[in-house]
């Protein structure tokens, strides 16, 4: 029983370090990556579609990216919809492949950028926290329904704050890395 319990909560604690890991890919560092495209929707014939299923996402060179969408027709798409999902990205027609280049990021842009992975890690440890509350509320809940030991909860218990420990130092090497990535020049 206890065991099961466990497992449940270390499944949800690295799914919540999994969403703080995808929000972090998010935020754009000054380096080209086509994580950043994942969430443009491109208009193809009415269907609001990912940019990834519409044509071939690239990295040209450490500042840009290059789009080569699969029906030429779709160049000009591709372009309005990268220019609608206002990210500060300034896309352009090159014959075939659409062009976008990551423009350096401003110190003041950089802090700000900073202030939101702090704020994603947070939200992380808050949820990894509540995961822990969670977990041992039900420890407690068992013992008295099911009958097993207080040392079997306790130790339990104990188990669940190493879980919690070790994830949320996760996020910070997350963030540590993060935070890295976004100060450099």
Do not use: C, W
């Not at 808050?126 to 420890?139: F, K, P, Q, V």
């Amino acid at each position: 029983m206890v065991r099961t319990v466990l497992k449940e909560a270390e499944d949800k604690m690295h799914k919540a370090i999994e969403v703080v890991r995808q929000e972090l890919v998010k935020i754009r560092t000054g380096k080209a990556t086509t994580a950043l495209l994942d969430t443009i929707k491109v208009d193809y014939y009415g269907t609001p579609t990912a940019l990834a299923h519409v044509g071939n996402l690239s990295v040209s060179d450490i500042h840009t990216l290059v789009i080569q969408p699969y029906e030429k027709g779709m160049v000009d798409h591709v372009v309005k919809a990268i220019q609608t999902a206002n990210m500060g990205l300034n896309p352009m027609k090159d014959g075939d492949v659409v062009r976008v280049p990551i423009p350096p990021l401003n110190e003041e842009r950089r802090k700000e950028l900073v202030k939101l992975t702090k704020k994603f890690g947070e939200d992380g440890k808050i949820a990894i926290r509540n995961i822990r509350r969670d977990t041992i509320e039900h420890l407690k809940k068992s013992e008295k329904a099911e009958h097993f030991p207080e040392d079997e909860r306790k130790r339990g218990e104990q188990e669940v704050q190493k879980m919690t420990d070790k994830a949320i130092k996760d996020i910070d090497s997350l963030l540590t890395q993060k935070e890295k990535e976004i100060m450099e020049v």
